[in-house]
């Protein structure tokens, strides 16, 4: 039994996988209404308890909702990495979504509260939005392992990770997003400050 445990750890280690975050900095004044597509999303994933069908879903309108709006790009960056090993790539994954977490207010919208006596009925807008992509998936993914830091090689990431979900690739999915609702302010010096790896594209 254990000779035949060792085969199948042996067989899954041979196993790709691409694990890798991308950054996506938009600036201007149209960019609040993408918060809408993210806290739909959001609330979608919260409501199927992560059911990686309806994340992916939710991921391919969100990219599509991304390369819609090339024109108020401003800054991009990406990391990864490519393991053999599934607990391994895991624990990466894990790690990318607690850095993700801890950034200027990327905590998702859970609820649709209404505002409070106290709270203004005209909120400020941001013009500032940073889009956080976490995913891992099995096999080779050549767009997405490269640097995403230009207009053209980020547009093709972006559709890379469209054509993941058509194919069934995926094994995790994660979406942050900074600020994570309407009536929250990413500064220009907060963006340095809790985004410092990002490139002017």
Same mark, same amino acid.
């Given at each position: 039994?254990?000779?035949?445990?060792?085969?199948?750890?042996?067989?899954?280690?041979?196993?790709?996988?691409?694990?890798?975050?991308?950054? %996506?900095? /938009?600036?201007?004044?149209?960019?609040?209404? /993408?918060?809408?597509?993210?806290?739909?999303?959001?609330?979608?994933?919260?409501?199927?308890?992560?059911?990686?069908?309806?994340?992916?879903?939710?991921?391919?309108?969100?990219?599509?909702?991304?390369?819609?709006?090339?024109?108020?790009?401003?800054?991009?960056?990406?990391?990864?990495?490519?393991?053999?090993?599934?607990?391994?790539?895991?624990?990466?994954?894990?790690?990318?979504?607690?850095?993700?977490?801890?950034?200027? /207010?990327?905590?998702?919208?859970?609820?649709?509260?209404?505002?409070?006596?106290?709270?203004?009925?005209?909120?400020? =807008?941001?013009?500032?939005?940073?889009?956080?992509?976490?995913?891992?998936?099995?096999?080779?993914?050549?767009? /997405?392992?490269?640097?995403?830091?230009?207009?053209?090689?980020?547009?093709?990431?972006?559709?890379?990770? %469209?054509?993941?979900?058509?194919?069934?690739?995926?094994?995790? %999915?994660?979406?942050?997003?900074?600020?994570?609702?309407?009536?929250?302010?990413?500064?220009?010096?907060?963006? %340095?400050?809790?985004?410092?790896?990002? =490139?002017?594209?």
């Amino acid at each position: 039994m254990n000779a035949l445990g060792d085969r199948f750890n042996q067989m899954r280690g041979r196993t790709r996988f691409v694990v890798c975050r991308l950054f %996506i900095h /938009l600036a201007g004044d149209e960019v609040a209404p /993408l918060l809408g597509v993210l806290n739909h999303a959001a609330r979608e994933a919260i409501e199927s308890e992560g059911d990686l069908e309806v994340m992916g879903e939710e991921l391919v309108k969100i990219c599509q909702s991304l390369l819609q709006s090339d024109a108020y790009w401003r800054s991009a960056a990406n990391e990864g990495d490519v393991f053999w090993d599934e607990a391994a790539a895991g624990d990466y994954v894990n790690e990318l979504f607690t850095d993700s977490a801890e950034r200027y /207010l990327s905590e998702p919208y859970e609820t649709g509260a209404a505002p409070t006596a106290d709270e203004p009925l005209s909120l400020p =807008i941001t013009h500032n939005l940073v889009v956080m992509i976490t995913v891992a998936c099995e096999g080779e993914v050549p767009a /997405l392992e490269t640097d995403l830091s230009q207009d053209d090689t980020l547009r093709a990431g972006l559709k890379a990770l %469209i054509d993941l979900q058509y194919r069934g690739s995926f094994r995790a %999915i994660q979406v942050h997003f900074s600020p994570a609702q309407l009536g929250d302010e990413l500064t220009d010096d907060q963006l %340095i400050e809790h985004f410092p790896e990002l =490139i002017p594209l």
